[in-house]
């Protein structure tokens, strides 16, 4: 089973623009982490966030965890062309060894 | 050491069959993982290694699987008797981990099956 849900599913737009996609999730987590995937390739590690952060930034990447509505957002500013992959959210939960457990994912497409 | 390696990149196999995927981690991660993804979805937790000791497996995983990390370097992800069911991208990923620390996972391009 998956422990986040992304929303939206897909979310299409021009470059320059800013992308936002959120992420729900289940259970009391230790950290989040944010990955994004290429068509048919593996998944690169973005951003991790840990319970007791509410916001991080990395470039053109904002992310911030609210662990009182068990959410959180991925923000890309300034998007590229080169921006278009599927993002996912994953969790690891409290007191766990680290397993992942990730979401359904977002499909952001950035047109020139 | 450029990240993590899978091999073969493709595979296609009868129903039946057997097929045997490898993957090198980062050498100097501890941790080594197997996730499985199918079109559409995020990648499902498949197993788990910490050096050569298999310390969980997903229920997802039935006993025609079985995966090896003999002495803690390289694993082996075994599937027999292959189903169109087992058709999907298998991803390797590793880490470094310690008893409550928390790291990003590196994962390799993934190995992708198609059952026939």
């Known amino acids: 089973s998956q422990q986040g849900e992304e929303d939206p599913q897909a979310l299409s737009i021009q470059e320059g623009e800013n992308a936002t996609m959120n992420c729900s999730y289940k259970t009391s987590i230790n950290n989040l982490q944010w990955y994004r995937q290429n068509s048919g390739r593996g998944l690169v590690h973005l951003i991790l966030?840990?319970?007791?952060?509410r916001e991080k930034h990395s470039g053109r990447l904002r992310v911030t965890l609210d662990t009182s509505k068990k959410s959180s957002s991925l923000l890309i500013t300034a998007s590229r062309a080169a921006d278009t992959a599927s993002y996912f959210c994953a969790t690891v939960e409290v007191d766990s060894w680290g397993k992942l457990q990730f979401g359904a994912g977002t499909q952001v497409v950035v047109t020139p | 050491d450029t990240g993590v390696s899978q091999d073969p990149r493709h595979k296609i196999t009868k129903r039946g069959q057997n097929v045997t995927f490898r993957c090198d981690p980062i050498s100097e991660h501890n941790r080594l993982y197997w996730y499985r993804q199918t079109l559409g979805q995020g990648p499902e937790f498949l197993t788990y290694?910490?050096?050569?000791?298999?310390?969980?497996k997903s229920r997802l995983l039935s006993d025609r699987f079985s995966a090896e990390r003999p002495k803690g370097s390289f694993s082996t992800l075994e599937i027999q008797r292959t189903e169109q069911g087992d058709s999907a991208m298998y991803l390797c990923a590793s880490s470094l981990g310690e008893k409550q620390s928390y790291y990003g996972y590196t994962f390799g391009s993934g190995t992708r099956l198609t059952v026939v």
């Open positions: 966030i840990r319970s007791n952060e």
């Open positions: 290694f910490q050096n050569e000791a298999q310390l969980e």
